[in-house]
């Protein structure tokens, strides 16, 4: 942390691709813009494993102001993804307006696919046993 490729970069590159593509330019503006919103609001709360939580805090002192989209990458968008059906279940939402972004989504999951290389990290550093005992408060 923070990833080369944060959300931010990934979810502009999706919009200006597909913005060039399409007509539906400012649908696809809102829908990266409600991702940004539900990731930064649920990752402390939802998307963060226990001992992850320690080291959001020390990274949200050492960014300041900056928004998590900002320095957490693809791995963690990922994990919103998992989370979104639930999420999404409890808004009030037209049918029609679910479908489209149910769709918009689709696209999204697919260009992190065709990009995972430029977004994804190639190899995970594991937590080491002693660092995962501490930050769940079991030394």
Do not use: W
């Not at 999706?14 to 400012?26: I, L, P, V």
């Not at 829908?31 to 949200?60: H, I, M, W």
């Not at 999951?109 to 430029?118: G, I, N, T, W, Y």
Request: net charge positive; aromatic share 12%.
């Amino acid at each position: 942390m923070p990833h080369r490729y944060s959300i931010n970069d990934l979810l502009e590159e999706f919009q200006t691709t597909k913005a060039k593509r399409s007509s539906h330019e400012r649908l696809y503006g809102e829908v990266c813009e409600g991702l940004r919103s539900y990731f930064n609001q649920a990752l402390p709360t939802l998307l963060l494993y226990k001992f992850e939580r320690d080291q959001y805090r020390k990274q949200k002192e050492q960014q300041g102001k900056k928004p998590p989209v900002e320095y957490y990458g693809a791995e963690h968008l990922l994990r919103l993804f998992v989370k979104l059906p639930e999420l999404l279940a409890k808004c009030n939402m037209q049918r029609e307006h679910m479908t489209v972004l149910i769709a918009k989504l689709a696209e999204l999951l697919k260009f992190m696919q065709a990009s995972k290389a430029k977004y994804f990290v190639s190899e995970y550093e594991a937590p080491t046993e002693q660092y995962v005992q501490h930050a769940l408060g079991n030394e």
